[in-house]
């Protein structure tokens, strides 16, 4: 059976309050329908995430946080709890990032920190994973993706990973708009889910959703949703302005 889709926004560091405000008034018109095939996120700044969790009440758009702290509280400055994420409303948070990887050095282990965090505290890990130019290019794409997965999830059980989602995203494709080839993507995606079956049998690995990141836009989000492992799409550029993340949805679902 095919896995629903799961489009999710992430503005990365765009739109605040007011900016989101704008966005969700545009877009939450016609999104009844959408979320029928489709569940939809949106992932603004933290600033952002009280307005956005008001605006999306009774709406079928779901709330998203673009990190968060591997500590519970106390003295760890420019952080966030997962328990603030909680108290905001927001359902989904967006870990291991490559910009996170590769700007503020996050580890394997250090995601995995977050992920089991974000687990206990009931929210639920939008895993990025994904593999540069330069790895790819010489070769590495499986192992950098296997050492990835097996870092970043070590120690869930497969119980945890129902509530898992995971986004491969080609550092590569990434704001570049130079997105893989469906083929491409298909190939990794289905690796992916080899690494799955590995570490957490069939059953997990069939049941997990893995959303496509890098360059999805209104039109190739069609041609990349057509792809047997591809369970949705992790978008940033195209995602900032609400008919452009629209139609990248409704192109997908149909
Ligand atoms: P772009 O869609 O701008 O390439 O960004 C992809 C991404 O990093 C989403 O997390």
């Known amino acids: 059976m095919k896995r629903k889709l799961i489009i999710a926004a992430n503005w990365k560091m765009n739109k605040g309050p007011a900016e989101t405000t704008e966005f969700i008034e545009s877009f939450l018109p016609g999104s009844e329908e959408l979320s029928e095939s489709c569940d939809i996120i949106i992932a603004p700044p933290y600033v952002s995430l009280p307005v956005a969790a008001s ?8 709330l998203s946080a673009q990190n968060v702290s591997e500590q519970d509280e106390g003295a760890f ?9 909680n108290e905001v409303g927001a359902q989904y948070v967006i870990l291991g990032h490559s910009e996170r990887r590769a700007i503020y050095g996050e580890s394997d282990e250090f995601i995995n920190a977050k992920v ?9 890990p939008i895993f990025c994973i994904g593999e540069t130019l330069e790895e790819r290019e010489s070769g590495e794409l499986e192992e ?10 070590a120690d869930l059980t497969v119980e945890d990973m129902a509530e898992v989602v995971v986004a491969y995203e080609p550092v590569w494709a990434i704001g570049t708009g130079v997105t893989a080839t469906p083929d491409q993507a298909q190939e990794a995606h289905a690796f992916v889910r080899t690494l799955l079956g ?3 049998g069939a059953e997990v690995a069939a049941a997990t959703r893995i959303q ?13 949703m057509a792809q047997t492992d591809i369970d949705g799409a992790l978008v940033g550029g195209a995602s900032l302005e609400a008919g452009s993340f629209r139609d990248l949805i409704a192109n997908a679902v149909v």
């Open 198 to 200: 590995d570490q957490f």
């Open 55 to 62: 605006l999306l009440v009774d709406s079928p758009v779901a």
């Open 77 to 85: 400055t420019g952080e966030v709890a997962t328990r603030m994420l």
């Open 144 to 153: 950098v993706l296997r050492a990835q997965v097996s870092g970043g999830l």
């Open 212 to 224: 496509y990141g890098g360059s999805v836009k209104p039109g190739n989000s069609a041609e990349l």
């Open 116 to 124: 089991r965090k974000a687990l206990t505290a009931g929210l639920v």
